[in-house]
């Protein structure tokens, strides 16, 4: 079967239908007073061959409208199928440039705009890729529609509507992320192991009806990266499922290349001084074992067991930082080519989670250019770069965090320290990487929102008004000022870190 044909014959038929559209004059429609109104009665028009992470989108979209107006819209692969007002989602190459707004172009941007059409008007929700189009989708549905980004994990359901009405000049282009990688680490997910148990083959215990409401979330917050789980193996089924949602896989720090150091055999030798082939032969396997189509950002170093610190799997290396850090570089190099055999144009990154840090401002921990320095904080939003912070690095950034000291079960870092400290990074250009350790999501999900607003669009108004709008939307206009105080008023309780 010729996919690649029946695709561009898919995307004729939209080109067509918006094409015979331009030269159409619509009389009497909405636009001619100025709005175009919305209800269950438009359709959702796609190509027949869409790539699925963008079908998957459109079917979120249609939920999305059932809930507003108690009714799914028709999606619908043919043009000649289209009704009046068509909500139509592709990417811009299968739109004529005169039906999109101009601009949107970059990778991850995206447009919004109305276009008017023979019989109608359809709604144009596109980007240049993928993401960019499924950020279209969730864009539309979050500023429209008004269905929030988190609403799995606060409860919240959009308002009843009969119809909704946009500007018929509507023309709205998104420019690209801040951050080029942004996404979520599912940690210590204590809350959601067991809360839906997972398949057999899943080692988090979480179903994947739960990890998909995950990649749905990191997708509404235009995120494009997700470690799926703490202590897993790169053939659990979640991890097929992250590329199927159109996200890419990143990896846990003391899991590189996603070898699962914390199952490592009891009587297998974990010394990369003394059997370097042991590990070296993990690695390979580990990297074997994933779909070669996967879209990987792969983590490169070298941790202990369970996270441990490498020193206590190997005896010549304690109280030896330069040994240690010069092992860690080799292994570094060892793993890039372990990849790169196999994906010649992999990107990589390696994280300063603890001793990392340590070694690399010591000079002994040598990390090649093209792979991205990530720092870290330590659980309380506040990452050890002291200042050292450059251009083209990246942060691994905590909202909550189980270490017996900081928070796992509620809100921690307040929105103030969010924008100073990443504020901090966007100032000095080191945006390659952004990832926020959201644990199990609920306790955090304001926080968890603000720092992918952050990562995306950078720093905007005060804590204040950040707290106010979020109530607003979550507990309603009326309670919108009580309740930021309340938030307020508790971040403050916190001892100053």
């Not at 499924?134 to 119809?163: C, H, N």
């Amino acid at each position: 079967m010729n996919l690649a044909g029946k695709r561009g014959s898919a995307a004729r038929s939209i080109a067509a239908y918006l094409a015979c559209a331009a030269l159409s004059v619509g009389l009497g429609t909405a636009a001619d007073v100025g709005s175009v109104v919305i209800t269950s009665k438009v359709t959702i028009l796609e190509n027949v061959n869409e790539n699925g992470p963008v079908r998957l989108a459109a079917q979120d979209l249609q939920n999305d409208f059932a809930k507003v107006f108690g009714a799914k819209p028709r999606i619908v692969t043919n043009a000649a199928e289209a009704g009046p007002l068509t909500i139509m989602i592709g990417e811009e190459s299968e739109i004529p440039a005169g039906m999109r707004p101009a601009g949107a172009t970059a990778p991850e941007s995206f447009s919004i705009s109305v276009q008017k059409t023979g019989n109608g008007h359809a709604v144009v929700l596109a980007g240049p890729d993928k993401r960019g189009t499924i950020y279209a989708i969730y864009q539309f549905s979050q500023d429209y529609l008004g269905v929030d980004p988190m609403y799995y994990w606060t409860d919240k359901e959009p308002a009843k509507r009969s119809a909704i009405a946009l500007a018929a000049s509507l023309s709205k282009v998104f420019p690209p992320p801040l951050f080029k990688y942004r996404g979520f680490f599912i940690n210590d997910e204590d809350l959601l192991t067991g809360w839906a148990p997972g398949e057999a083959t899943d080692h988090t215990g979480i179903a994947l009806k739960v990890w998909n409401k995950i990649f749905e979330t990191v997708l509404r917050l235009k995120g494009n990266m997700i470690v799926p789980g703490t202590w897993i193996f790169p053939t659990d089924p979640q991890v097929k499922a992250v590329g199927e949602r159109g996200l890419i896989l990143a990896q846990h720090h003391a899991t590189p290349l996603g070898v699962n150091v914390a199952r490592w055999p009891a009587n297998v030798p974990y010394n990369y001084t003394t059997h370097p082939e042991i590990l070296e032969r993990a690695w390979k396997d580990a990297v074997a074992s994933y779909d070669p189509h996967q879209e990987i950002l792969w983590t490169v170093g070298l941790r202990g067991l369970s996270d441990s610190p490498y020193s206590a799997q190997d005896p010549s290396v304690v109280g030896n930082d330069k040994h240690q850090g010069e092992l860690i570089s080799k292994a570094i190099a060892a793993q890039m080519a372990i990849v790169r055999a196999v994906q010649p144009n992999a990107h990589f990154i390696t994280n300063l989670w603890m001793e990392g840090n340590r070694l690399m401002r010591e000079g002994y921990l040598k990390i090649p250019p093209d792979v991205t320095t990530v720092w870290a904080d330590s659980g309380y939003g506040i990452p050890h770069d002291d200042g050292e912070v450059s251009k083209g690095q990246g942060v691994y950034y905590h909202v909550m965090m189980y270490n017996g000291r900081a928070n796992q079960l509620s809100e921690m870092v307040p929105v103030s320290r969010i924008d100073s400290e990443l504020g901090r990074y966007i100032k000095a250009g080191a945006t390659a990487h952004f990832l926020v350790n959201t644990s199990d999501i609920r306790p955090a999900a304001m926080t968890a929102e603000a720092v992918m607003d952050v990562a995306w669009g950078g720093v905007k108004g005060s804590d204040a008004d950040y707290y106010k709008n979020w109530s607003s939307t979550e507990f309603g206009a009326k309670a919108a000022a009580p309740a930021a105080k309340v938030y307020e008023e508790y971040f403050k309780a916190f001892p100053h870190i």
